[in-house]
């Protein structure tokens, strides 16, 4: 297993759309534990295969609170979205640091495959209702970000444009041996 860099926001490959897996078998299985070792070591809820430059429709969640209800969704699709919505802080593991309110359907039900191909249909509310809401975002190439306004976004993209060259001069500094 291994942990995977995680793109972070604005990088434009964040903004590719997915493509469908067709074949469900057990060649995903490295990624899918790679993908999760990823997600825990980042204190994530979840995360899409999007995030990882992996364009193919994964995502793996985790909401419970002891780390021990891993979730697999493979081709998901949402079927329903409440009428009722619910607005919350939302953060991403692309977007560190950010954590802003997004307004989300409070209930969901969305159909997907697990690791072993069987489709499922997950009916969901609270966490879990957003989380899968916010990760097939990210498949069809749209980040939290997207459901703010035009000036909080590009707000939050200088700080984290700021935060990534100083952090690549700090590492360029440190390769130099300055450091
Ligand atoms: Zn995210």
Known sequence: MALLPILAYPDPKLST??????????SLAPLLADMF????AAKGVGLAATQI??????????VSE??????????????????????????CLSVPGIYDG??????VRATALDEHGN????????????CIQH????????????????????????KLLKEQREAARAN??????KV
Not at 53 to 62: E, N, P, S
Not at 77 to 91: A, R, Y
Request: glycine residues 6%; without cysteine.
């Open 37 to 40: 070792e990823t997600m825990y």
């Open 102 to 107: 997004v307004e989300r359907a409070a209930r």
């Open 135 to 158: 990760e097939v975002d990210h498949l069809n190439g749209k980040l939290f970000v997207h459901h703010l306004s035009q000036l909080k976004r590009e707000r939050i993209k200088s």
């Open 53 to 62: 430059d992996v364009h193919r429709r994964i995502v793996v969640i985790d």
């Open 119 to 130: 489709s499922r249909t997950i009916e969901a509310e609270g966490l879990l209702a957003v």
């Open 17 to 26: 759309v997915a493509s469908p897996v067709d074949k469900v078998d057990d």
């Open 66 to 91: 002891e780390r021990n209800q891993p979730m697999v969704l493979i081709n998901p699709e949402i079927q329903w979205l409440s009428e009722e919505f619910v607005k919350g802080d939302e953060g």
């Open 172 to 177: 360029k500094e440190k390769q130099a041996g």
